[in-house]
C-alpha cells in the first residue's frame, strides 16, 4: 500500500488534517452542518476554505519559491502593501481629509491591476537579488520585509483608509454560484498552477532549479530567469491574497495586515512535505494551509483568544517536521532493521 | 604537493582577516558621518544626554544583538527573539503585579526559561538536523502565543522595587540619571560578548563553525556542545533583553517586540558580521546598534518624518550592507592582496632556506 512515493509523502498531512476535522466533528456543535442561506453556502466547512484563502494562495507561491531552495518573508509586507495601494486608489483623497471618492470610480480594472502590478515589481526586486545578486533568501527578503510595511505605510501615511466599492468588494466578499468567491479564486489558481508546473515541463525546471542549479544550467535550464519567476509569481499570491483581505475588510491596514501570514505560508509548505531546494507538491501545501486554518477556526470556535493559536501552530509545525527530520527517520529505519534482524 | 596545501590554508587566513575588517571599518565610518552630520543639522545634538539616551533607547536591542551576532557566526539564525522579548515582558509584569511576586524572582525564572528555550531549540537543530530558521521561527510562534496566554492586556508596573531598580543610574547630570540600568547592562553584555568571542576557547569554536562546520567536526572541536550553547546564549540574551524593555517600558505587554528580530539582524549585519557566518565582531555590532540608535535620533530631532521613514532607512541601510558582504565575499581584490601577501612571506622563507642550506 502507498508504494507511490507521491501519495506516501500526502498521507501525514492528510492524517494529520484529518485528525483535526475529526477532533472538531466530536467537540464543536454543528460542524458538519452546512446551510444554505440567500442563496449562499454557510457553515464552518465553508469558513475553513474562506478563510483560509489568503494562506492558500500565498502557500502556493512559496511552495515554488521554497522548490527552488529559497524562502520569501517579504509576503506580510507585500500584503500590506497591495491593500494599501488599493485602497488610496479607491479613495485617494482620504488620507488628506477629503471623504469624497472621485468621479467616475475607479474602475476594478485599476484597483486590481496597479496594485498587482507593484507586487510585481516588488518581487521582481526579491528575484534579482536572490538569483542575479547573489544574495542568500532569508536576507534578501528580508530586506523587503522591513522596508515593505514602511513603504505601506508611507503609501497611506500611517492611516486605515475605510471605503465602498461594490465590484471590488465582490473579490473578498461575493458570491459565486453560492461559493465565496476567495475560494473560486484560490481553487482557479490552484488549478492553473497545477497545469502550468505539472502538465507542463516547467515543475521540472523548478525542481532542478532548486536541487542543483549549476547542474541545470548545464542542462541549459535557465534556472536563474526561473528563481526569479517563481519569486515573482510569489509576490504576485501575495498581492492577491492582500487584495482579498483588503477588500474583505474594506480598509486597509498597513500595520497588521498580513503580519505572521508569511509564517503561516512557510508553516503550510512545510507541513505538506515540500523539499527545500528539490521535489514540490501542491496538493501537500493545500493540505497544509488547511490544516493551518482548520487549527486557528478550531481554536475560534472553543473561545480561546484567537493569538494563542500560535502556540498550537508551532507544536504542531515542530511536530511534523521533527517526524520528516533525518534524525527520526534515521532511528525508525535502524528499528524497522533490528525487527527485521530479530 | 603539501607546499601547496599549507599556503592554500594560510591564504584563506588572510582571506578572512581582510574580508572581517572592511565592513566594520565602512560602519563605523557610517556611525561617525551619521553623528557629525546630525550635530550639524540639529542644536543639542552633541548633549552628553543625546549620547546616554543613545545606550538607553537600544539597550534592549543591543542586548538582543550580542547573542544574535554569537548565532550568526555560528553559521545560524535565531528568528525568536523578538517573541522571547514580548514573553518576558508580559510574564515578569503578570508575576510582579498579578501574582505579587518578588520582581528580583520574577526575572531570574524569566531568565531560565529563556536559556532553557534557547537550549532546547540548540538541541532540535543540531540533533535533528533541522534547518536553524525552521526551528526558531516555531520559537517565535511559540513565545508569542504563550505572551498572550499569559495576558492579553497590558499590565503596568507599579511596584516599587522594580521601578527603583530600572532608575539606578551611573550618575546624575542635570537632576537626570544618565546610563540607568537597562544602558549598564547593556554594555556588560557587550563586554561579556567581547571577552567570550575574543577569549574563550568557546568563541574560537564558534568562528570554526561558521566557518566550516565540517572541518571544525574533523578538527575534535566540540561542534554540537559549542551550537546548543549558542542558542542557549541567544536565549538568555533575549531575556535579558525582556528585561530591559521591562525596565524601559515598565508594563508588560503581549505584542512588544513584534518584528524586533529583523532589526536584530539589521543591526548585527550592519555592523559588518557576515551572514555566512565565520566572520564578524561583537565590537561592530555595537557600531550597528548604534547607527539604527542614530537614525531614530536624527528622525526624532528632524521630527516631520513619520515612523516608517525608519523602517525603509533600515531597509535600504541593510541592503547596502549586504551588497558590501556580497561584492566583498565575491570580489578577488582580497585575494589578490593576500595572494601577494603569500608570495612575498613564501619569498622570504625560500631565501631563509637558501641561506640556511648555504651555511
Same mark, same amino acid.
Given at each position: ?134 544574495? *542568500? ?15 505601506? *505605510? ?14 471590488? *468588494? ?173 | ?359
Amino acid at each position: 500500500m502507498f508504494k507511490n512515493e507521491n501519495v506516501r509523502k500526502l498521507l501525514w498531512p492528510a492524517v494529520a488534517l484529518l485528525v483535526i476535522l475529526l477532533f472538531n466533528v466530536f467537540f464543536t456543535e454543528n460542524f458538519l452542518n452546512i446551510e444554505v442561506k440567500d442563496g449562499h453556502l454557510f457553515g464552518s466547512l465553508i469558513d475553513i476554505l474562506n478563510r483560509g484563502a489568503p494562506v492558500l494562495i500565498i502557500s502556493i507561491g512559496m511552495t515554488l519559491v521554497y522548490a527552488t531552495g529559497g524562502i520569501d518573508l517579504s509576503v506580510g509586507s507585500v500584503i500590506a502593501i497591495s491593500g494599501a495601494v488599493a485602497a488610496q486608489l479607491i479613495r485617494p483623497g482620504y488620507i488628506h481629509g477629503i471623504l469624497e471618492y472621485p468621479d467616475p470610480p475607479t474602475s476594478l480594472f485599476v484597483v486590481i491591476g496597479v496594485p498587482l502590478l507593484i507586487c510585481a515589481i516588488a518581487g521582481a526586486w526579491n528575484g534579482v537579488l536572490v538569483a542575479f545578486v547573489g544574495i *542568500q533568501p532569508i536576507i534578501a527578503t528580508l530586506i523587503l520585509m522591513v522596508a515593505g510595511r514602511g513603504i505601506a *505605510q508611507l503609501v497611506t501615511e500611517g492611516q486605515i483608509p475605510v471605503f465602498i466599492h461594490e465590484p471590488f *468588494q465582490f473579490l473578498g466578499g461575493g458570491f459565486l454560484m453560492g461559493v465565496p468567491f476567495p475560494v473560486i479564486v484560490s481553487i482557479l489558481l490552484i488549478a492553473a498552477v497545477y497545469f502550468l508546473t505539472r502538465r507542463t515541463s516547467l515543475g521540472l525546471f523548478i525542481e532542478s532549479s532548486g536541487g542543483n542549479p549549476i547542474a541545470s544550467r548545464y542542462m541549459g535550464i535557465k534556472s536563474r530567469l526561473i528563481v526569479l519567476s517563481t519569486y515573482v509569481f510569489c509576490a504576485l499570491c501575495a498581492g492577491l491574497a492582500g487584495l482579498i483581505i483588503c477588500s474583505d475588510i474594506k480598509a486597509a491596514d498597513a500595520n497588521n495586515a498580513g503580519l505572521f501570514l508569511e509564517l503561516d505560508a512557510i508553516a503550510a509548505v512545510i507541513i505538506g512535505g515540500t523539499m527545500w531546494g528539490g521535489r514540490f507538491t501542491l496538493a501537500g501545501s493545500v493540505i497544509g494551509a488547511l490544516i493551518i486554518q482548520s487549527i486557528t477556526t478550531t481554536i475560534l470556535a472553543f473561545g480561546i483568544p484567537p493569538e494563542v493559536t500560535l502556540v498550537f501552530k508551532a507544536l504542531v509545525i515542530i511536530i511534523v517536521s521533527l517526524i520528516q527530520s533525518e534524525g527520526i527517520q534515521d532511528a525508525i529505519n535502524t528499528w524497522k532493521t533490528k525487527r527485521a534482524q530479530a | 604537493m603539501e607546499n601547496k596545501k599549507g599556503a592554500g590554508m594560510k591564504l584563506n587566513l588572510n582571506l578572512n582577516l581582510t574580508k572581517k575588517n572592511i565592513p566594520i571599518l565602512s560602519s563605523i565610518g557610517i556611525f561617525l558621518l551619521l553623528y557629525v552630520v546630525g550635530g550639524l543639522f540639529f542644536n543639542g545634538f552633541f548633549s552628553i544626554g543625546v549620547f546616554s539616551n543613545l545606550f538607553y533607547d537600544n539597550a534592549f536591542l543591543g542586548v538582543l544583538a550580542v547573542g544574535m551576532t554569537l548565532v550568526i557566526i555560528s553559521g545560524g539564525i535565531d528568528l525568536s527573539v523578538g517573541s522571547v522579548i514580548g514573553f518576558t515582558c508580559t510574564f515578569i509584569a503578570y508575576l510582579v503585579e498579578v501574582k505579587q511576586m518578588n520582581p528580583v524572582l520574577a526575572m531570574f525564572l524569566s531568565l531560565v526559561i529563556g536559556t532553557t528555550a534557547g537550549t532546547l531549540m540548540g538541541f532540535l537543530i543540531h540533533n535533528f538536523k533541522l534547518p536553524a530558521f525552521l526551528v526558531t521561527l516555531v520559537g517565535m510562534f511559540l513565545f508569542r502565543g504563550l505572551a498572550y496566554q499569559v495576558s492579553l492586556e497590558s499590565i503596568p508596573i507599579r511596584n516599587e522595587l522594580f521601578l527603583e531598580m530600572s532608575q539606578v543610574g551611573l550618575f546624575e547630570y542635570n537632576g537626570r540619571t544618565l546610563f540607568p540600568m537597562a544602558s549598564l547592562i547593556f554594555i556588560f553584555m557587550v563586554m561579556l560578548g567581547v571577552y567570550m568571542s575574543h577569549f574563550r576557547k568557546f568563541g574560537r569554536n564558534i568562528y570554526a563553525i561558521g566557518g566550516s562546520e565540517p572541518s571544525a567536526v574533523l578538527m575534535g572541536l566540540p561542534v554540537g556542545r559549542t551550537k546548543i550553547m549558542v542558542y542557549a546564549f541567544s536565549g538568555f540574551c533575549s531575556a535579558l533583553g525582556g528585561i530591559v524593555y521591562t525596565f524601559y517600558l515598565q508594563s508588560g505587554y503581549a505584542l512588544a517586540g513584534v518584528g524586533m528580530e529583523l532589526n536584530v539582524i539589521a543591526a548585527v549585519v550592519i555592523g559588518g558580521t557576515l551572514l555566512t557566518g565565520g566572520a564578524g565582531f561583537i565590537e561592530g555590532t555595537l557600531v550597528g546598534v548604534l547607527i539604527l540608535g542614530l537614525i531614530d535620533t536624527i528622525l526624532n530631532f528632524y521630527g516631520q518624518l513619520s515612523s516608517w521613514w525608519f523602517r525603509i532607512f533600515i531597509g535600504l541601510l541593510l541592503f547596502l550592507f549586504i551588497l558590501l558582504q556580497t561584492w566583498l565575499t565575491r570580489s578577488n581584490i582580497f585575494l589578490k592582496y593576500a595572494m601577494k601577501q603569500q608570495q612575498k612571506r613564501n619569498d622570504a622563507a625560500k631565501g631563509l632556506q637558501e641561506t640556511s642550506q648555504h651555511s
